[in-house]
Structures are given as C-alpha cells and as structure tokens.
C-alpha cells in the first residue's frame, strides 16, 4: 500500500514491482515466441507506450493540476495506472510498427497474448499483496486485512483465473487450435468473477455491476467464437 521505495519524485510500490517482474516475463517470453518476426527493438518499444499510455490515462481521466503533469508521468506507481489506455496505446504502436514493416498483425500480435494473461496475473497477485486491490469485506477463512478490515483478496482472484486459463490456452495451442477469441474468453472469466468482489464499480439493478454485464457479453461472444473456430479446425 506504501511505497518501498522513494527517490525523488519515483516512488516504486509493491504494486509496482510487480509490475516490473510482469513485465520483464512477458518481454522475455514473447521474445522467444515471435522470434525473429520481430526487430529486437520492437518489444521494449511497445512496452514503453504502454507504460506511457498508462500513464497519461491517469492524466486524462482524474482532475490533476498542471504543475503535477510531470510527476505524474515519471513516477511509477500502479495504483494510478490506467490499464485501457496503456493497451490501447501498445497495440495502436504494434499495428503501425507492423504495418510500416509489412509484418503480419494479428499472428505476431497472438503469440503475444499467452504471455500477457500470465504477466497479468502476476501483477494482480502483486496488487494484492500489496494492497491497492481492494475487495468488499468478508469472513472467509482466505480474507485479507486491508484498510483496517479482512476483505476479499480481488487480485488474487484474477490471478487464479489467468493462471488457470494460460494452462487451457497451452493445450490449445499444443493442438493447433487459434487463442485469440481464448484468451479474450479467460481475461473477461476473470473480470466477471473479480469485479463482483471490488469496493469500487458501477452497480446495477439487481446487484451486478457493470463491468460484470460486459464481461458475460464479451464471454458469450468469445465462446461462441471458439466454437466455430473448433470447428473450422476439425
């Protein structure tokens, strides 16, 4: 929950190593994926405007002074990062890079996403532990205290889920079967589960939140779509 570090205006949280350790397992992972489809430059160039997406999402959707503008930027801290802009920006900076190279998008851009969901995972378990994932309270024996109460450990939900999901995603790729729409489908499990248990979210009538709507919209998609490409295989 507070920084383990602080030099200046970097200060680098649990959270934040996290994120590092994630990092560095999907960069090397997918590096040994794509081979040499890609320039060695191409990797550490789509996580840095990742990193700078998330960023200026942060920047973009919360109300921060001009003066803060640069601190807000260098200082690495998960807690306020921005995770759809971050995507946005690292797979805008793929499809361009890929392009100007006339290399293939979406091939190079899947074998890219079985390392992301078990990075993903490690970041969120990092989350936890470091406590900027909050869930509502609970009394179950797995609870963790937070804030002074014993609550749901959300990020090590999502992190269970992935985890689970890369070891169905391997075995598909072992039988030649496309992971796109599979990996979609395990993310949003994951979404669908976690966002029930958040201290934050859009809550709808009957309970559910909303992020938890579009999650089982984007899952019936997904499955739908795993289906066909089944059978396209068989």
């Known amino acids: 929950m507070y920084p383990l570090l602080t030099i200046g205006p970097l200060r680098m949280s649990m959270y934040g190593v996290g994120l590092l350790i994630a990092t560095y397992i999907w960069w090397t992972w997918t590096e040994r994926r794509v081979g040499t489809l890609l320039p060695g430059w191409f990797l550490p160039t789509v996580i840095g405007s990742a990193w700078l997406g998330g960023r200026l999402g942060v920047i973009y959707f919360q109300p921060i002074p001009a003066t803060d503008v ?6 690495v801290r998960v807690f306020e990062y921005s995770w759809w802009t971050a995507v946005f920006f690292a797979v805008t900076v793929w499809r361009i890079v890929t392009y100007q190279r ?6 190079t851009l899947r074998l890219a996403l079985l390392p992301l969901l078990v990075a993903y995972g490690v970041a969120s378990a990092a989350a936890t532990i470091g406590g900027t994932s909050v869930g509502t309270q609970t009394d179950l024996p797995w609870a963790i205290p937070v804030y ?3 609550r749901h450990p959300v990020g090590m939900y999502d ?10 995603l391997l075995r598909r790729e072992r039988m030649q079967y496309p992971i796109g729409w599979a990996s979609i489908a395990v993310y949003v499990c994951s979404e669908f589960v976690s966002a029930g248990f958040r201290l934050n979210g859009i809550v709808l009538a009957g309970g559910l939140h909303l992020v938890q709507i579009i999650a089982l919209v984007t899952l019936i998609v997904a499955r739908e779509r795993v289906i066909i490409q089944e059978q396209n295989q068989i």
């Open 102 to 107: 006339q290399i293939p998008f979406t091939p």
């Open 159 to 168: 992190a269970l889920i992935v985890w689970i999901g890369a070891l169905w």
């Open 70 to 75: 640069l601190q807000q930027i260098i200082t």
């Open 148 to 150: 002074g109460q014993l």
